[in-house]
C-alpha cells in the first residue's frame, strides 16, 4: 500500500489531539502535515495541495465550517472531513451542505476512522483514474473544441484534419447549431494560417447592399452614409480564414461578385476602382439543402461548384445521441466555471430526458438547455424538472399569459426561436417575415439568441451574429 | 540492535505461558535475541479518570524511561489503552523509536472468547505489529502480513503473527542504514 503520495492535513486547535490523530495515520504512511488552526491551515492551503482534511469544529478564530467553505474553494478536490466532540444535527448538516465528506465524533471508533480512510482512498484513487481515462478519451475523441466519439463525427475530424493546410474551399453542411462555425474555427486553428485573423460573415443577418459593403468595404461617399474609407471582411481576413456563414441566403447580386473574388482573388470596394488583391482562405457555412437551391434556380451552379470544393456535412445531434453524456459532461463542466456554481452533472432522470430529447437545434441547443438547469438547479446534480424541457407531447403547454400585443409578439417570437434552436432564418420563416425585421425585434425586445459569442468556443458555435 | 525486551506491565498477573509465547513469536519474527524483564515496576499517571482507560503515550513514556538502554522495549499490559482521538488501541508505538506496548484488555473481545488460546495468539500477534512500528514499518497491504492495519479484533484474526517479504527486506535496509 503506497498511502504515502496521499497528503493529510489534519487541522486541530488541541495539540494532543492532532499529535494523536497524526501519530496514527502517520502509520498508515500517509504524509502528514499538522496544522493548529483554521487561518494558518488555509494559508498552507493557498500553495500546498492536501488531499484529505480532518478539521476540528470548533477551534478559536476560524471554525471548521469556514475552514471546510474557504478549503473547498481554494482546492475543490479536497476530501474534509469534520471532527467535533459535540455532535449536533444542525451541524452535521451544515457540514454535509457545505460539502464535507463525512462528520465523525470525537473519539473515533479505531475501525470507522479506518474505513473512512480507506474508503476515501479508494475513492479519490477511482477518481484520479477517471481523470486520466477522461482526458485520454477526450484527446482521442477531440477536434480542437469539438468533441465527439460517433463515427461519423470522427470522420469529420480526419476530413478537417486533412483538408485544414490546404488553401483549398471548404464547405460546411449542417442544420444550425451542429457547429459549423466551432469547426471552421477549428480548421482555421489547424491551418498554416492559424496565425493569421479568422473572420466570419453572417450572410443571412444583412441587406444586400450592407453585406457587400461589410464583404468587399467602401470608398469614402460611395452611398449615403459612406463618410469615411472603410475595409471590408475580406481584407481583414487577409492572411487568415474568413468563414461565408449561411452562404446559402446570398442574394443573386452577391453571388455572382462572390464567385469573382473566388476565381480572380481579387475584389473592388463599393466604390472604389482599384482592384484590392488578398490572400484569404474560404470557408462556407448553410444550413440550406445547396444543391435543391440551384434546382431551383436560386443559387448559382459555379458558385456552388467553387464553394463545394471539400464539403464536410456535420450531423444533427439526433443522429449522434452517444455523445450527449459526453456533451453533457463538457458544457456541465463550462457551466460550474461560468456561473461559479458547484454544479457536478444532472441526475439520471435528467440524462434519460436529455437523451430522449429531439434536438431540433442541436448541440446549441443542448447548451442551452444545461445553462436554464445549471441556473435553476438547487443541488449539485441539475435534475429533469430543471432544464424545462418539454414534454414529449404536451398539447397542454402552457398559453401566454393575457398581456399587450407587444407581450404577446415578444413570447411568440421566443417560443419560435427557442424551437430553431436560435436560428434566425429558420425562425423568420415560420413568422414570415425577412430576417432584418426579425433581428430588428429580437434587438427590440433584448431577446437571446441562442449562444452569444462567447459560446464560439464551446460547440454549437455561434450562427446567429450581426456581421461587423 | 541490542535486541528485543518484552516486560508485563499489567496490574494482574499475566496468564500462564503468554509472555512466552510473545517471545517465541517476536523471536521468529524479527530474528533477533529477545529478553523478558520481570522488574515488578508498573507504569504510574497513565490512567485517564474520566475515561478510565490508561493512556499509551504516557505508558511508552514511562517505558522509555524505565527500559533497559539501547533494546527496544515492549511492554505488555491488561489495562485498557486509548489515545486522545480514539476510543482505545490495542497498542501503540513510537514509529522508528524505542518503546511499544500491547495490551490485551481489547483482545478478549468479542466476550466471551471461547478459546483463551486465541488472546494469546492475537497478543503475539500484535506485539509483532507494534514492534514492527518501532522499528520503522508502517501499515502494509499484503494480506496476512502482521503489519496489516489494525483496527479491529477482525483485522487481527485475519493476519498471521509474522512479517511478509517487503517488511523484512524494509527492517533489513533500516538496519543497513538505509530505507527501502
Given at each position: 500500500m503506497s498511502n504515502e503520495n496521499i497528503k493529510v492535513l489534519v487541522i486541530d486547535d488541541e495539540e494532543i489531539v492532532r499529535e494523536s490523530l497524526g501519530g496514527w495515520l502517520e502509520k498508515d504512511g500517509y504524509t502528514i502535515t499538522l496544522m493548529p488552526d483554521g487561518m494558518s491551515a488555509l494559508e498552507y492551503l493557498k500553495t500546498n495541495a492536501a488531499d484529505i482534511l480532518l478539521v476540528d469544529l470548533k477551534m478559536p478564530g476560524i471554525d471548521g465550517l469556514q475552514v471546510l467553505e474557504e478549503a473547498k474553494r481554494l482546492q475543490p478536490a479536497a476530501i474534509v472531513v469534520i471532527m467535533t466532540a459535540y455532535a449536533t444535527v444542525d451541524t452535521a448538516v451544515s457540514a454535509m451542505k457545505l460539502g464535507a465528506y463525512d462528520y465523525l465524533v470525537k473519539p473515533f471508533d479505531p475501525e470507522e476512522l479506518s474505513l473512512m480512510l480507506e474508503k476515501i482512498v479508494s475513492q479519490q484513487a477511482l477518481r484520479h483514474e477517471n481523470d486520466v481515462l477522461r482526458k485520454a478519451l477526450k484527446r482521442d475523441w477531440g477536434f480542437h473544441d469539438l468533441i465527439s466519439k460517433s463515427p461519423a463525427m470522427q470522420k469529420v475530424f480526419e476530413l478537417s484534419r486533412v483538408a485544414a493546410p490546404s488553401a483549398s474551399t471548404i464547405l460546411i453542411l449542417g442544420e444550425s447549431g451542429t457547429g459549423k462555425e466551432v469547426l471552421a474555427r477549428a480548421i482555421h486553428a489547424e491551418s498554416p494560417r492559424s496565425g493569421g485573423p479568422f473572420v466570419a460573415v453572417?450572410?443571412?443577418?444583412?441587406t444586400e447592399s450592407l453585406l457587400e459593403s461589410e464583404l468587399f468595404g467602401h470608398e469614402k461617399g460611395s452611398f449615403t452614409g459612406a463618410v469615411a474609407r472603410r475595409k471590408g471582411k475580406f481584407e481583414a481576413a487577409d492572411g487568415g480564414t474568413l468563414l461565408l456563414d449561411e452562404?446559402?441566403?446570398?442574394s443573386p447580386k452577391l453571388q455572382l461578385e462572390l464567385l469573382r473574388v473566388l476565381e480572380e482573388r481579387k475584389f473592388h470596394r463599393v466604390g472604389g476602382n482599384e482592384p484590392i488583391q488578398v490572400d484569404v482562405r474560404i470557408v462556407a457555412a448553410t444550413n440550406r439543402e445547396l444543391m435543391k437551391l440551384v434546382a431551383d434556380g436560386r443559387f448559382r451552379e459555379d458558385l456552388y461548384y467553387r464553394l463545394n470544393v471539400i464539403p464536410i456535412t456535420l450531423p444533427p445531434l439526433r443522429d449522434r445521441r452517444e455523445d450527449i453524456p459526453l456533451l453533457v459532461e463538457r458544457f456541465v463542466e463550462g457551466l460550474a466555471v461560468e456561473l461559479q456554481k458547484p454544479i457536478e452533472g444532472v441526475t439520471p432522470e435528467a440524462m434519460a430526458a436529455l437523451m430522449a430529447h429531439a434536438w431540433p437545434g442541436n448541440v446549441r441547443e443542448l447548451r442551452n438547455v444545461l445553462e436554464r438547469g445549471a441556473v435553476v438547479a438547487k443541488t449539485k446534480l441539475i435534475d429533469v424538472a430543471d432544464l424545462g424541457l418539454p414534454a414529449a407531447s404536451d398539447p397542454s403547454a402552457p398559453a401566454v399569459q393575457p398581456g399587450t400585443l407587444e407581450d404577446v409578439e415578444r413570447h411568440y417570437i421566443e417560443d419560435v426561436l427557442a424551437q430553431t434552436g436560435g436560428n434566425v432564418t429558420q425562425a423568420a420563416r415560420i413568422l414570415a417575415i425577412d430576417r432584418v425585421t426579425l433581428y430588428k425585434k429580437i434587438r427590440k425586445y433584448g431577446l437571446r439568441r441562442g449562444a452569444g459569442e462567447e459560446d464560439a468556443a464551446a460547440e454549437g458555435g455561434v450562427e446567429i451574429r450581426n456581421a461587423r | 540492535m541490542d535486541g528485543i525486551c518484552v516486560w508485563w506491565i499489567g496490574e494482574n498477573e499475566p496468564e500462564s505461558g503468554m509472555i512466552d509465547h510473545v517471545q517465541i513469536h517476536v523471536e521468529r519474527a524479527f530474528d533477533v535475541p529477545v529478553r523478558i524483564i520481570s522488574d515488578p515496576a508498573r507504569p504510574e499517571g497513565t490512567l485517564d479518570a474520566r475515561r478510565r482507560q490508561h493512556a499509551s503515550g504516557r505508558v511508552l513514556k514511562w517505558l522509555l524511561e524505565k527500559g533497559p538502554p539501547g533494546a527496544k522495549v515492549l511492554g505488555v499490559t491488561d489495562v485498557d489503552l486509548f489515545i486522545p482521538i480514539l476510543t482505545f488501541v490495542f497498542g501503540e508505538a513510537q514509529l522508528g523509536g524505542t518503546a511499544a506496548v500491547v495490551s490485551t484488555a481489547r483482545l478478549k473481545e468479542p466476550l466471551p472468547v471461547s478459546d483463551p488460546r486465541l488472546v494469546v495468539e492475537r497478543l503475539a500477534k500484535e506485539a509483532v505489529h507494534e514492534l514492527g512500528h518501532a522499528m520503522g514499518l508502517v501499515h502494509c497491504?499484503?494480506?496476512?502480513?502482521?503489519?496489516?492495519?489494525?483496527?479491529s479484533v477482525r483485522d487481527v484474526d485475519s493476519k498471521r503473527g509474522s512479517l511478509c517479504g517487503s517488511c523484512k527486506a524494509e527492517i533489513r535496509a533500516r538496519a543497513a542504514g538505509g530505507s527501502s
Open positions: 453572417n450572410c443571412a443577418a444583412l452562404v446559402g441566403d446570398v | 497491504a499484503t494480506p496476512d502480513c502482521a503489519m496489516g492495519r489494525s483496527a
